[in-house]
């Protein structure tokens, strides 16, 4: 007969006493969602007649660090793992799987919980182990900045655990100081706000982006020894800028190392600890440094093409490992099971040559300014094959884990439109798997998350199953997120794949702007968005929604579709002003002046109303606006400066 639970006859909850917090709130979880299925919540106990759901913690060798085991036995279903992290992964894969729940968006709307008087589980024997070891998401802001609330932040963890995604990437941001200091680098809101909902869920820590300066912070440490700085143009500097220190410096090098021993002391739960460059180009001009430079590369500090093979930076990339090897020794040493991340990104993202680095050393290499019409693999186009080839490079060459940086939402500068690059995605991961990538940290902020969120939502599946078929993704997010009307919706992404297929097979260009790549590509490029779609399609994007909004059964389901269609406005004002822009460049490049100046004007006058839409409904995790807004302004910007020099003859530098 198998499992049965109904609202007549709701199982009670087995909890041993001494259970993990994870356990405990899996538990609180379990409860909280039968509740709302049955219209009748289960009791939590320590023990309890036939019919029970158990949750605990098992010795199981077979099963990894984060797996579980769902079995029934009678009148007894049981979720056991052998960390508590695993029985928390298993009761929401239970929800999902037996109950029918769908938590494919950000908690409460982004979620579907059908209404039952009972549910067949039937006799279930199931053991799931996660294909990808590193499953996540990043999280970053200042304590002064109000770009998001802690709120979604805690959503967004909330919505990886549900989804089986692990680590927690946060990002020290810098405030700018006190007592003379220009700035500090902090993660006070982080601990104080978010790490308390990490904890009881059992997920875990990487302390991994920008964050060199955290390590050895100029408020601190520059007006006494400026020596442990870069030297730039014959000058110790503080500017933050990639390789920022003085690398050859003993002292530098050891005092570094010893802020990282400090802060593990200070933070046992942290797995991985990055020592990763700041962002931007640069590394130390003095005589020691170059001392470690291969003597037959030209010195160069950046930026170069580094889509390019010939945009590989040797000698920096040496100088990085040599720092991170140090580190990795020691917090080896102290801290033989925490991580030490490192950055392979830009003119650094190649191998090291010449220096083999610690096992202990996780790289990420970041694949920055990928083509999303693509999958990365060997045959390929162009700059897609190149990120393959560097990959092949790292596996041959660090025996270590390695994890790739992926810009899933575009970049932060896509100024929250849209990347439909779930299908490609599907299509790539069996051979990186194959290749013996690790996982991904993605690239990712609490105010775009549903813009995004297929893409999100598709990672963390495939962290877990390897023959993912698009469609029934497609669906399984779509019900989760607009419930009965799903359907309603469909051809919005349907739509939006299907031009970014065209792109990919037809060759065509995505848009004429310069600063595109090949053709047949489609970049993290926010300028090329109308190749997704023009007017004739939005206007089809609203009828999506006037016909949902028509149908939808709940309260949930019309403000889910409501934000939609702001977001539709949203690319809607983006997409016109991008094209007028584009316009503008055209004309501009055919020297005719005056309608140049006019179109650049006209440009200029659209980035306000952008900006106003996006300030009325930022904070609902739908779009951003401190990212976003900083890019429009600088787009208005340079379209300002463009009318300077056409309109006073200077000269355009």
């Avoid at 059992?202 to 302390?207: A, E, P």
């Avoid at 997120?481 to 919005?492: D, N, Y």
């Avoid at 140049?596 to 006058?605: E, H, M």
């Amino acid at each position: 007969m198998g499992f049965t639970i109904s609202r007549q006859s709701v199982p009670a909850i087995v909890v041993p006493q001494e259970a993990a917090e994870p356990v405990r709130f899996a538990s609180q979880e379990l409860k909280r969602y039968l509740g709302r299925v049955l219209g009748k919540e289960p009791i939590i106990t320590q023990s309890a007649d036939a019919p029970a759901i158990a949750l605990k913690i098992c010795e199981d060798t077979n099963l990894s660090q984060e797996g579980y085991e769902i079995r029934t036995d009678g009148q007894t279903l049981t979720i056991s793992a052998p960390e508590p992290v695993g029985v928390v992964f298993g009761t929401y894969y239970f929800l999902t799987q037996y109950v029918g729940c769908r938590f494919t968006g950000l908690a409460p709307d982004g979620e579907y919980i059908p209404q039952r008087e009972s549910v067949e589980i039937g006799d279930v024997a199931v053991r799931r182990k996660p294909k990808l070891w590193y499953r996540g998401l990043q999280f970053s802001k200042s304590e002064d900045l109000n770009d998001y609330p802690a709120e979604t932040a805690i959503k967004r963890i909330d919505w990886m655990a549900k989804n089986g995604m692990n680590f927690v990437l946060y990002t020290p941001k810098y405030q700018f100081g006190e007592g003379g200091a220009d700035r500090f680098y902090t993660d006070t809101w982080f601990f104080r706000h978010i790490y308390p909902e990490v904890r009881k869920r059992g997920l875990k820590l990487d302390m991994n982006h920008h964050n060199l300066f955290y390590w050895l912070p100029p408020e601190k440490y520059f007006k006494k020894h400026p020596e442990w700085y870069a030297l730039r143009n014959g000058k110790r500097s503080a500017y933050p800028a990639q390789l920022a220190i003085c690398t050859s410096n003993a002292q530098a090098v050891e005092t570094l190392v010893q802020n990282v021993l400090a802060y593990l002391r200070e933070h046992p739960e942290v797995e991985i600890v990055g020592v990763i460059p700041e962002d931007g180009w640069g590394m130390c001009e003095c005589e020691e440094c170059r001392k470690l430079d291969f003597p037959d590369e030209k010195f160069c500090v950046g930026p170069v093409d580094y889509r390019k093979p010939e945009g590989e930076n040797r000698s920096k990339a040496r100088r990085y490992a040599l720092l991170v090897n140090e580190v990795a020794r020691a917090v080896k040493k102290e801290f033989p099971s925490v991580y030490v991340g490192m950055a392979a990104y830009i003119d650094i993202q190649w191998p090291p040559r010449d220096v083999v680095l610690e096992d202990n050393v996780v790289p990420w290499v970041a694949i920055y300014w990928r083509c999303g019409a693509h999958p990365l693999g060997p045959h390929s186009c162009p700059v897609n094959t190149l990120f393959w080839d560097i990959l092949k490079e790292w596996k041959k060459a660090h025996v270590g884990r390695l994890i790739l940086y992926e810009y899933y939402m575009g970049m932060a500068t896509y100024r929250s439109l849209p990347f439909p690059v779930a299908e490609v995605m599907i299509r790539e991961w069996p051979g990186l798997k194959k290749l013996g990538v690790d996982g991904a940290t993605i690239q990712s902020t609490g105010e775009s998350h549903e813009t995004y969120g297929l893409n999100y939502y598709t990672f963390a599946r495939l962290g877990w199953e390897d023959n993912l078929e698009y469609e029934k993704v497609l669906d399984d997010y779509l019900l989760g997120m607009f419930g009965s009307v799903a359907s309603e919706v469909r051809p919005i992404w349907e739509t939006l794949v299907g031009n970014l297929q065209r792109i990919e097979k037809l060759g065509v260009r995505a848009t004429p702007y310069k600063e595109s790549v090949d053709e047949g590509c489609f970049t993290q490029n926010a300028w090329e968005f109308n190749a997704l779609a023009d007017s004739r399609a939005l206007e089809g994007f609203r009828a999506c929604c006037r016909r949902a909004l028509k149908k939808a059964v709940t309260d949930r389901e019309r403000r889910q579709v409501e934000m939609l269609l702001v977001s539709i406005r949203y690319w809607e004002l983006a997409g016109r002003a991008m094209d007028v822009y584009f316009q503008a460049t055209r004309v501009d490049e055919k020297g005719e002046t005056k309608k140049a100046v006019k179109l650049y004007k006209d440009f200029i006058s659209q980035v306000d109303p952008i900006l106003d839409h996006e300030a009325r409904f930022v904070g609902r995790g739908w779009m951003g606006l401190s990212n976003d807004a900083d890019q429009w302004r600088r787009s208005g910007e340079r379209a300002r400066r463009r009318i300077e020099v056409l309109t006073t003859g200077m000269k355009n530098v």
